[in-house]
């Protein structure tokens, strides 16, 4: 089963998510410049949402991506009465899991950067990479590590190679509604890889875009002056957004080992968090804090994901008595229309909106309560 969910969501003034030169992001969709939001980016402000914290933080079922592994494990060893000189000896280690290579671990050769370069402090206390961890994996992991320390004894643990304490450790899987969700990749055979049941595509104005900018200045309050202390500029945009992604049933079920009961919970919490979420980019600045005019979400027996981006290749424009938004709907609802005809997509559709728009052959619900309870209808038992 797939569910999909497709939003339109209109921006004031903002710069939600800026790339390196930090300007607000963007790409060329039908030959024309759009604005862009990066499906990282909104897959971290679902991740850290109040409707996935109320849903799941107090059942320990969020994950967390971090560098700071062996801080954790410290906690960890400590909770489980490890010796000092145990604790110290592996912390030493911990820093380097990650920093594993597939290729040299599966040809048996020696991986470059198994030690942290010296003098590199932050290095020496920290992985190389983001770890995306389940709090589950935490406890296990740090009696898997004083165990291996045990058996080969603090002389051997010391020379032994990283590849061969992590093969020794086998990996792990968490038991974490976001990682089920999103999935995970490390580098590391201390934990298993999880392909993500649930897909975010970037979001893309519906509109072309126009870039503008903000000169600003501030004063110096103490110094009597009343020429600008400072000045600076910053780029904004203001569009409505296309937003996609889609939730394979079966894959989160997998992933959360079979519980079926936390991934009906999940699905409603992605529907919630998806149009309740923000980025948030230069919100300090712009307060850009908008609801989507439009939220349906479509359930299909089938796996055959369908974004509907292609509905602005031709970019939506107001008209006199229109606005944006009332024609990018006009454009999605024809396009929706065209391609379900054209490819027999048969499921069922429904959709909450701020205005009585009308799309086809779906179900119009009142609020977003209304939606998520239509949504746990069509979900297995």
Request: hydrophobic content about 35%; overall charge negative.
């Amino acid at each position: 089963m797939l569910v999909q969910i497709h939003l339109l969501q209109n921006y004031a003034p903002a710069n939600l998510n800026r790339d390196d030169s930090g300007s607000p992001k963007d790409t060329m969709f039908g030959g024309v410049r759009r604005g862009r939001i990066s499906s990282q980016c909104l897959k971290r402000s679902i991740r850290r949402s109040a409707a996935f914290a109320g849903a799941f933080a107090n059942d320990g079922l969020l994950g967390i991506r971090t560098r700071q592994l062996p801080e954790l494990i410290r906690q960890e060893l400590q909770a489980i009465g490890a010796g000092e000189d145990a604790l110290q000896d592996i912390l030493a280690r911990v820093p380097e899991i990650g920093r594993e290579s597939r290729k040299g671990r599966e040809a048996g050769e020696e991986v470059e950067g198994e030690s942290p370069p010296e003098g590199n402090e932050e290095a020496k206390s920290a992985t190389a990479q983001l770890i995306f961890l389940g709090r589950n994996e935490l406890r296990p992991l740090a009696e898997k590590l004083l165990a291996a320390y045990e058996t080969r004894g603090p002389k051997n643990w010391k020379k032994t190679k990283i590849p061969d304490i992590t093969r020794e450790l086998g990996g792990s899987l968490p038991r974490s509604v976001d990682i089920a969700m999103f999935g995970r990749m490390t580098t590391s055979e201390a934990f298993d890889d999880v392909q993500a049941a649930v897909q975010v595509a970037h979001a893309l104005s519906t509109n072309a875009l126009t870039q503008e900018f903000d000169y600003y200045t501030a004063v110096d309050d103490l110094s009597g002056e009343s020429g600008a202390g400072m000045i600076g500029d910053v780029e904004f945009n203001s569009s409505t957004y296309y937003k996609y992604l889609n939730m394979h049933w079966e894959k989160l079920v997998e992933n959360l080992g079979g519980d079926r009961g936390t991934a009906r919970r999940a699905a409603l919490a992605l529907l919630e968090a998806a149009a309740t979420a923000q980025p948030s980019g230069k919100q300090n600045s712009f307060a850009a804090h908008s609801l989507p005019d439009l939220v349906l979400v479509e359930v299909r027996e089938k796996n055959l994901p369908v974004s509907y981006a292609n509905a602005f290749l031709q970019p939506a424009r107001p008209g006199s008595d229109q606005s944006l938004v009332d024609a990018s709907v006009i454009q999605l609802a024809d396009y929706i229309g065209r391609v379900s005809k054209t490819y027999g997509l048969n499921g069922q559709r429904a959709f909450t909106a701020l205005r009585d728009y009308a799309l086809p052959e779906a179900d119009s619900r009142p609020s977003l309560s209304d939606l998520q309870h239509w949504l746990e209808t069509q979900l297995p038992g």
